[in-house]
């Protein structure tokens, strides 16, 4: 592996000290900035360990947090209430937003699905988080062609 691909020993994989060594000190108003967070990504091979992380960098980044919940109802069809929501809520699939998706305002994040491909929103586009609503996440695209 590159020397430059590596983290610096002293990490140790603490989730904590990694994302205070990617994205730097947030009290510090030049780390803020939609170019530095632009530059900057970490990228984590499994769920478990993505879900670890986010639920870390959520508590990172200042301000406050707001929990976005899946759906918890089935759609309508014979095997309605075969399963019990609890157990379908502690799933997490390769692919899929967590039950429970915890956001804050001014943090980078990543889309799962092509949303609008026409207009940059698609799997894997970097977006800003600008306002969240209770059913709506207002979001600043960061990369591709259709930045702003």
């Not at 406050?64 to 209430?81: C, I, V």
């Not at 609890?86 to 994040?109: C, M, T, W, Y």
């Amino acid at each position: 592996m590159p020397p430059f691909m590596r983290p610096p020993p002293e990490l140790n994989y603490d989730p904590i000290r990694l994302l205070d060594h990617v994205y730097g000190d947030f009290n510090d108003a030049r780390n803020t900035t939609v170019k530095n967070l632009i530059d900057r990504a970490i990228l984590i091979p499994k769920n478990k360990d993505v879900d670890a992380s986010s639920d870390h960098a959520v508590q990172f980044f200042p301000g406050e947090k707001k929990t976005y919940l899946s759906a918890d109802r089935p759609a309508q069809d014979e095997n309605e209430g075969a399963y019990p929501t609890e157990l379908l809520n502690s799933k997490n699939p390769p692919g899929f937003a967590p039950h429970q998706l915890r956001l804050k305002v001014d943090i980078p994040i990543i889309l799962l699905r092509n949303a609008d491909p026409v207009q940059g929103l698609a799997n894997g586009t970097r977006l800003f988080i600008l306002h969240l609503s209770p059913r709506v996440i207002e979001a600043k695209i960061l990369t591709g062609i259709h930045v702003g």
